[in-house]
């Protein structure tokens, strides 16, 4: 199994909090993901890092910003929470996105956070 | 953009074979992704196509037709465990390389 963990893995909070959810590595992956799935949506793509500083918005990043000061951590944040936030929250690592038939290119996923938003 | 479709929902019988859809439409392919997710838990990679033919790994196989958009993951002599959602991912050419996901299908395997 890849190395990732997150943490927390459930969290309960109030409209309005700002929220902290760690993901955490101890592959070197250079490429990060965040996720959130949700029933009837399937997993949709919130934000990247695909280096230390380097981040990028996905499909659904509005609400949420990210951060990666260190290779082995990304951290999305809620900067405040909404209901429509409420939903389980991936992590993803991949060694490289070269865009060709490599098997580095797989994303290997973390456990989840259960975020549910009051 | 992209549109993946698969079926929401499959049933079938302890040691009988099934075989789970997903067509897709994609302004360029770069290779196609198969993970299994049981309830509660992380999305686990099963394979990976990006040329046309099938792929084979133990139990299950994977096929993909480039030029019609599709590709199918075939399990064989199912057992209980097999219970869990199949997710297909697609990745374009050009742009970010990130696979992007279909909404996935819940496979419900039967004493």
């Known amino acids: 199994d890849a190395g990732i963990t997150q943490s927390p893995r459930h969290k309960v909070t109030e409209t309005g909090t700002p929220v902290t959810l760690r993901c955490h590595q101890t592959?070197?992956?250079?490429?990060m993901y965040w996720y959130r799935q949700d029933p009837g949506h399937g997993l949709r793509l919130i934000h990247y890092?695909?280096?230390?500083?380097?981040?990028d918005k996905g499909e659904v990043s509005d609400g949420y910003s990210v951060s990666r000061s260190k290779t082995e951590d990304f951290l999305l944040t809620l900067e405040s929470a909404t209901s429509s936030q409420t939903s389980v929250y991936f992590c993803a690592i991949s060694e490289s996105l070269q865009g060709a038939a490599l098997a580095t290119d797989t994303q290997y996923f973390g456990p989840g956070t259960r975020l549910t938003v009051l | 953009g992209q549109n993946i479709d698969q079926p929401t929902e499959m049933t079938a019988t302890e040691g009988a074979i099934v075989q789970i859809n997903c067509t897709y439409q994609t302004s360029g392919f770069n290779g196609l992704f198969w993970y299994q997710q049981h309830a509660g838990e992380a999305p686990t990679f099963l394979s990976y196509n990006v040329l046309d033919g099938l792929e084979e790994k133990g139990r299950f196989s994977s096929f993909l037709s480039r030029s019609k958009g599709y590709s199918y993951l075939l399990l064989k002599e199912l057992q209980m465990k097999d219970s869990a959602s199949y997710l297909c991912a697609v990745r374009a050419s050009g742009g970010s390389y990130i696979p992007t996901f279909g909404r996935g299908t819940s496979l419900i395997v039967h004493p």
């Open positions: 592959e070197n992956h250079r490429y």
């Open positions: 890092s695909y280096g230390v500083k380097d981040t």
